[in-house]
């Protein structure tokens, strides 16, 4: 019994919790969209409260296409938008930083395994002049050799740095398993063979197959009208043809594993970085909403059953999550956390327990409620900037969902039973198959882990 | 009901700047108060900050702030242990918190029609003590668990506790935040409530709220959650005395690491000083961006290091410029640090371009025109400017500090403060 010290003597009652208003309504803000001729999907958020606009391109393929090159190049997608602002055959790398800059703005690039982004920031009275040069990035890329080199130089001594972080190492190993044979396996920043051997050739095939107009989802946010939009966009694309390649067909989605250990050692490791789960559902799959709520009452935030039971009742760890990761082709589920090495056993345990409770038992009324108004309120706050509407907006077309997945979405999760959450658990949750991957100290983890099944062992050159 | 100190300031800055209205209050317990409706969409911030951090511990009990921090989520007179989240979920709403040397900051967001529900359970923490044995010992393994990850865990993890005892020597600010593991293990219930009874007081917090709320309506309630909470209790701020660093100081310290880290500290003066703002546009010159003299001279051209930054942050009391390198592998240190020397050696002789300069104005107008976009981050950037410099109109004027500036002021800031007697060296190096 806790002995409470109050301050002063008060009238207000304390001890009950206020009521509450009704949460207001929060629609899925509205958003311009139309096609250009060559096949350009366009949006445009708008917003005006700000004199900012963001132009963010977006190519529906990514890193999956280092899978399909003749002999499998993990990082060429990623090398090849990385190299887009180094160089075009109108500016050199340093001229296209100088201007950016000194505008104030910003550019970047980068790949998923299902997309290619690029993107530019800046104050709306330079956003010419920043979209002629994002433009000028797309269109333009000359891929210079002595660019290629010093990407090259540097990529390679990341994949060194990244080996530093458990985590990393634990994820990198969990994802070439959970994935085996499927254009997901590969990690897409690549690994020491693949970069070396990254040839200009290959970059220029690789942007070639992923860089075309029908590919290309462009949404427009921020202070820009859509009539401003559409004449920018004509203004630098209208000319830009399709390449008229075939676009790649995936193979099947790959299986669930059965059980085992994958130990990475991790040099003077204090801690165990732990990643365990197994194969998950697409990211349209019809069970996703389902899927997600049940994950989020296991381990998918604070309150939730894995970090309360890691975290606040056994102190084993700062904190940890699990995560329904879901693609446009497959996807995974996994739990996540750091724990000390001789408590690495004990906190596998408790994450089977939770994984196998949640599949066995109906979760109370109570708590399928409470996740229900978490997930509710939370909603507008993932709406909060035009760029995070925008983040939504661009899903709906690069995953093919339905265009009023948002408008119905708190619908379809204020909708669910119990018996869904139940189903959904025992459908898509398979403790008995968990791929478990640990980077730590591999000596110590090879005895105490023995009854998980047989480890494989690892140095951090993976 | 009673507010003093109204304010409101709804001047433009220029027609450029879109300005932030914002009101503030002082309740008769002393709290601080500043509301700010940014209308949009259905959800508020609060962030309620104490004006105490980890200089107000003393050796032997480091680590007791964040602790703290880490207690006042586990139990208050009315809210039973674990449960603060779980009520604040279940009403829609997420809360975190952070500690620094100087303050530590609360936040909560929720649905707007659920504010009260954040004020009640937020001011329950202020009307009372009531962490349990069994709370402090959880949470003690939970913060070496965080430890353990961000410091012992992570590569170049320990830079902050390695450079803070010889930037700090002497003096509060000289251990990590997170505190030494055998004090985090000693800490007793009576530890954590003397520090709580001392710095937890009405008059030592400020409380921001941000995002679709009505002025008159909020600070009622805080009015009724916070104004009767009064406590005789006088806080005292420990002073922070830094010693000017007069001798070049060079360490080496192994690490589970791949790529070889240089790191250079300086002190300067601290934020809110003009010599800051100088050394805030410095760090702009020398690495934002690809056409920054870093990037270009020890990345692009040279081929020398993976990254270089710079960067100049301020605790309360003391500034520091910071510049890092992380070199590729088989690159010698001492020919970046010879660049690096170079460089800094070039600004102090006023060497600037109008370029350069105009591009870190550029950049920050763009920044500028951006603070409003997360109200969790506006009622924490309040929170701070309130407690720390007690003048929330920086939020739209502190721009002015920076347009005053000239090349001269960023080179003679440099003159005076960044020379090599004046800074410590931290080489960070594979085991």
């Given at each position: 019994?806790?002995?409470?010290?109050?301050?002063?003597?008060?009238?207000l009652?304390r001890?009950?919790?206020p009521?509450s208003?009704?949460?207001?309504?929060?629609?899925f803000p509205?958003f311009?969209?139309?096609?250009?001729s060559?096949g350009?999907t366009?949006?445009?958020?708008e917003d005006n409260?700000?004199p900012?606009?963001?132009?963010?391109f977006v190519?529906r393929?990514g890193?999956a296409?280092d899978?399909f090159?003749?002999?499998?190049?993990?990082?060429l997608?990623?090398i090849?938008s990385e190299?887009?602002?180094?160089?075009t055959?109108?500016?050199?790398?340093?001229?296209?930083?100088n201007?950016?800059?000194?505008?104030?703005?910003?550019?970047?690039s980068g790949c998923n395994y299902?997309?290619?982004f690029?993107?530019?920031?800046?104050?709306?009275k330079?956003f010419?002049?920043?979209?002629?040069i994002i433009?000028?990035?797309i269109?333009?890329?000359?891929?210079s050799?002595?660019?290629?080199?010093?990407v090259?130089?540097?990529?390679?001594?990341s994949?060194?740095a990244?080996?530093d972080?458990?985590d990393?190492?634990a994820?990198?190993?969990?994802i070439r398993e959970?994935?085996?044979?499927?254009?997901?396996?590969?990690?897409?920043?690549g690994?020491?063979?693949s970069?070396?051997?990254?040839?200009?050739?290959d970059i220029l095939l690789?942007?070639?197959k992923?860089?075309?107009?029908?590919?290309?989802?462009?949404a427009?946010?921020?202070?820009?009208?859509p009539?401003?939009?559409?004449s920018?966009l004509n203004?630098n694309f209208a000319?830009w043809?399709n390449s008229?390649l075939e676009?790649?067909?995936?193979p099947?989605?790959?299986?669930i594993?059965?059980?085992?250990v994958f130990?990475?050692?991790?040099?003077?490791?204090v801690?165990s970085?732990i990643?365990t789960?197994h194969?998950g559902?697409h990211?349209s799959?019809?069970?996703?909403?389902?899927?997600?709520?049940?994950?989020?009452?296991l381990?998918?935030f604070?309150?939730?059953?894995?970090?309360?039971?890691?975290?606040?009742?056994?102190g084993f760890t700062?904190g940890?999550?699990?995560?329904?990761h879901?693609?446009?082709?497959?996807?995974?589920?996994s739990v996540?956390?750091?724990?000390?090495?001789d408590?690495t056993?004990?906190?596998?345990?408790?994450?089977i327990k939770e994984?196998?409770d949640?599949?066995?038992k109906?979760?109370?009324?109570?708590?399928?409620r409470?996740?229900k108004?978490?997930?509710?309120g939370n909603?507008?706050?993932?709406?909060e900037?035009?760029?995070e509407v925008a983040?939504k907006a661009i899903?709906l077309?690069?995953y093919?969902?339905?265009?009023?997945?948002?408008s119905?979405?708190?619908?379809?999760?204020?909708q669910?039973t119990k018996?869904d959450?139940?189903?959904?658990?025992?459908?898509?949750?398979?403790?008995?198959n968990?791929?478990i991957?640990?980077a730590?100290d591999t000596?110590?983890?090879?005895?105490?882990?023995?009854k998980f099944g047989?480890?494989e062992v690892?140095?951090d050159n993976? | 009901?009673?507010s003093?100190?109204?304010?409101k300031?709804?001047?433009?800055?220029?027609?450029?700047?879109?300005a932030i209205?914002y009101r503030e209050?002082?309740?008769?317990?002393?709290?601080k108060?500043?509301l700010c409706?940014?209308g949009?969409?259905?959800i508020?911030?609060?962030?309620?900050?104490?004006h105490?951090?980890?200089?107000?511990?003393i050796?032997?009990?480091?680590g007791l702030?964040h602790?703290?921090?880490?207690?006042?989520?586990e139990?208050?007179?009315n809210i039973?242990?674990?449960?603060?989240?779980?009520?604040?979920?279940?009403?829609?709403?997420?809360?975190?918190?952070?500690?620094?040397?100087?303050f530590?900051?609360?936040f909560?967001?929720?649905?707007?029609?659920h504010l009260e529900?954040a004020?009640?359970l937020?001011s329950?923490?202020?009307?009372?003590?009531?962490i349990?044995?069994e709370s402090?010992?959880?949470?003690?393994?939970?913060?070496?668990?965080e430890?353990?990850?961000?410091?012992?865990?992570?590569p170049?993890?320990?830079l902050?506790?390695e450079?803070s005892?010889r930037l700090?020597?002497?003096?509060?600010?000289s251990?990590p935040v997170?505190?030494?593991?055998?004090?985090?293990r000693n800490m007793?219930?009576?530890?954590?409530?003397?520090?709580?009874?001392?710095h937890y007081?009405?008059s030592n917090?400020?409380i921001?709220v941000t995002?679709?709320?009505e002025?008159?309506?909020?600070?009622e309630?805080?009015?009724?959650?916070?104004?009767?909470?009064?406590c005789?209790?006088n806080?005292?701020?420990t002073?922070?005395y830094?010693?000017?660093?007069t001798?070049?100081?060079s360490?080496?310290?192994?690490d589970?690491?791949?790529?070889?880290?240089?790191?250079i500290?300086?002190?300067?003066?601290p934020a809110?000083?003009k010599?800051?703002y100088?050394?805030k546009i410095?760090?702009?010159i020398l690495?934002?961006?690809?056409s920054?003299?870093f990037?270009?001279e020890l990345e692009?051209?040279?081929?020398l290091?993976?990254?270089?930054?710079?960067?100049?942050?301020s605790y309360e009391?003391?500034g520091?410029f910071?510049?890092?390198?992380?070199?590729?592998?088989?690159k010698?240190?001492?020919?970046i640090?010879?660049k690096?020397?170079g460089?800094?050696e070039?600004?102090?002789?006023g060497?600037?371009?109008?370029?350069?300069?105009?591009k870190?104005i550029?950049?920050?107008?763009t920044?500028?025109?951006?603070?409003l976009?997360s109200?969790v981050?506006?009622s924490?950037r309040?929170s701070?400017?309130?407690?720390?410099h007690?003048?929330c109109?920086?939020?739209?004027?502190?721009?002015?500090d920076?347009?005053?500036?000239?090349?001269?002021?960023i080179?003679d800031?440099?003159?005076?403060?960044?020379n090599?007697?004046?800074?410590i060296?931290?080489n960070?190096?594979?085991k």
């Open positions: 019994m806790a002995i409470v010290k109050l301050r002063s003597t008060e009238n009652d001890t009950k919790p009521k208003g009704k949460p207001k309504d929060m629609k509205g311009f969209e139309a096609k250009t060559n350009i366009v949006l445009v958020i409260r700000l900012l606009v963001t132009s963010r190519f393929s890193a296409e899978f090159c003749e002999s499998k190049k993990p990082g997608s990623s090849t190299l887009l602002t180094k160089g055959i109108n500016r050199s790398a340093t001229e296209i930083a201007e950016i800059d000194y505008l104030g703005a910003s550019i970047g299902d997309a290619t690029v993107s530019s920031y800046s104050l709306k330079y010419s002049r920043v979209f002629d433009s000028d990035v269109l333009n890329p000359s891929f050799d002595e660019e290629i080199e010093r090259r130089i540097q990529r390679l001594n994949l060194l990244m080996t972080d458990g990393y190492l994820e990198k190993v969990f959970v994935y085996k044979d499927f254009p997901y396996e590969l990690p897409i920043d690994d020491e063979e970069v070396k051997s990254i040839s200009r050739k690789n942007y070639k992923i860089f075309y107009p029908e590919n290309l989802i462009v427009f946010v921020g202070d820009i009208t009539d401003e939009a559409i920018k203004e000319g043809e008229g676009k790649t067909e995936f099947e989605t790959p299986s594993k059965s059980q085992k130990l990475i050692e991790k040099k003077g490791a801690q970085s990643k789960g194969l559902i990211r799959h019809p069970d996703y909403i389902p899927v997600n709520v049940m994950n989020t009452l381990g998918g604070f309150t939730s059953r894995i970090n309360k039971n890691l975290r606040e009742v056994n700062y940890a999550r699990s995560q329904f879901c693609c446009k082709h497959s996807g995974d589920f996540m956390t750091e724990v000390k090495t408590i056993a004990d906190t596998l345990d408790e994450i994984i196998n949640i599949k066995n109906n979760v109370s009324a109570e708590e399928l409470d996740v108004n978490y997930i509710s909603f507008p706050m993932q709406l900037t035009p760029n983040t899903g077309k690069l093919e969902l339905d265009d009023d997945y948002y119905t979405y708190l619908n379809k999760v204020n669910l018996e959450i139940r189903q959904a658990a025992e459908k898509y949750l398979h403790p008995g968990l791929l991957s640990i730590g000596k110590a983890l090879s005895k105490s882990l023995k047989d480890a690892t140095g993976i | 009901m009673k003093l100190g109204l304010k300031v709804s001047e433009n800055l220029t027609n450029d700047f879109p209205e209050y002082i309740l008769k317990n002393g709290l108060v500043v409706n940014t949009n969409i259905p508020a911030a609060v962030n309620t900050t104490y105490t951090g980890s200089r107000d511990e050796v032997g009990k480091t702030a602790l703290i921090e880490h207690l006042m989520f139990g208050s007179p039973p242990r674990g449960k603060f989240d779980e009520i604040l979920a279940k009403n829609g709403g997420e809360s975190n918190a952070y500690t620094t040397r100087d530590t900051s609360y909560i967001s929720v649905p707007s029609s529900t004020f009640w937020d329950d923490r202020l009307s009372g003590f009531g349990t044995n402090l010992e959880i949470q003690k393994d939970v913060i070496i668990e430890k353990l990850m961000y410091n012992d865990n992570s170049y993890g320990s902050d506790e450079i005892k700090y020597d002497g003096t509060n600010y251990w997170i505190g030494k593991m055998d004090d985090i007793n219930l009576k530890d954590v409530e003397d520090f709580y009874n001392k007081t009405p917090t400020v921001s995002g679709d709320i002025y008159e309506r909020t600070i309630l805080i009015e009724k959650y916070y104004g009767e909470i009064f005789s209790l806080e005292t701020k002073e922070i830094p010693k000017k660093i001798k070049e100081t360490a080496y310290i192994k589970d690491i791949h790529l070889e880290g240089k790191f500290f300086y002190q300067i003066p809110g000083t010599e800051f100088s050394f410095l760090s702009g690495s934002s961006g690809e920054s003299r990037f270009q692009y051209k040279n081929n290091v993976h990254e270089a930054d710079s960067s100049a942050f009391k003391s520091v910071m510049i890092s390198a992380i070199a590729l592998k088989g010698d240190m001492q020919i640090e010879n690096i020397n460089i800094i070039d600004i102090i002789s060497n600037i371009n109008d370029r350069e300069f105009n870190i550029n950049r920050l107008e920044r500028f025109s951006s603070r976009q109200i981050g506006l924490d309040f701070y400017l309130k407690t720390i007690n003048d109109s920086k939020i739209n004027f502190e721009i002015n920076y347009l005053v500036l000239t090349k001269k002021d080179s800031a440099a003159g005076k403060y960044l090599q007697n004046q800074r060296v931290l960070y190096i594979p």
